[in-house]
């Protein structure tokens, strides 16, 4: 059974890899991820506040009359609220790679062009395989258009492809207008693959309080449709590489993802939730129904199911919308 892929340029035994998530952080879970199977590991992210205020505090440091950006440290989280430092991160990178002979993905996480993006090549540096930019845009200013936050986020990935020569995907949310071309123009910016997609905090109101809670819930396989959509509409035309991440918990989630178009699938609730042992029985269920269904390999079945099988694919998507409708109406 060959279950073999590529990711980035990188040949991977399967598609099975521990997305960005706290397993990353120890390098004995990290061992664990590589014996059960993971075939690569995204680090947990380094995120755009933590460089910008270590820049700005060395800026302090050398001039310290200059009060110019004193206001907007304010709206960061307090230093102790992140695992790891810049530094520091750089540092466990090292560990990490000199621990493992899989790839290692390293992860930063950011919002808006600037000098923080030049991290992905101290990332470089340190070994990563491929860099993972995880692309997040609050989205809540009614002055700023859908338009400008995708010219960000195409800028974004230019000065990461020109600041680091590693591999560059794109983790997004699927909060564009017209996400397959965004998509689209991504790749022809010269991104090597797309992760789709990022996963959000969920914000509550506490009606007693007055306050506004936050939460992230792991995830089911429930979530994993929205991402079929995605790399469905995206494997027919795409040059570069495509990796779920969101709703992975079974072999039949990676069967569906593979058919849709994915290349990789990445895992972090399911892992959470039974450890890195787990990666084996899913690996043990993949191969078993690849059998029983008479596939010899991902490669054969890879976007079989993608939207370039239907001759309209708008039209077909209309269609089923408005049966779906239909039928719960007449219920």
Sequence with gaps: MNLSTTYLGMNLPSPLMAGASPLSDELDTVRQLEDAG???IVLRSLFEEQIV????AEMRYQD???ESFAEAATYFPSAEMFVLGPEEYLNHLRRVKEAVNIPVIASLNGSTPGGWLSYGRLMEQGGADALELNVYHAAMNPNKSGAELERETLAMAHEMKRSAKIPLAIKLSPFFTS???FGLQLDREGADGLVLFNRFYEADIDVHELQV???LHLSDSSELLLRLRGIAALAPFMKGSLAVTGGVHTALDVVKATMAGAHVTQMVSALLMSGPGYLRRVRRDLERWM???E????AEMRGNMGLDKAPNPEEYERANYMMMLQSWEGA
């Design 53 to 56: 205020r270590e820049q700005m």
């Design 179 to 181: 996400f397959a071309h």
């Design 213 to 215: 809670t936050r939460a």
């Design 38 to 40: 993971s075939s690569a």
């Design 295 to 298: 596939w010899s390999s991902l």
């Design 291 to 293: 059998e029983e269904n």
């Design 64 to 66: 310290s009359n200059n």
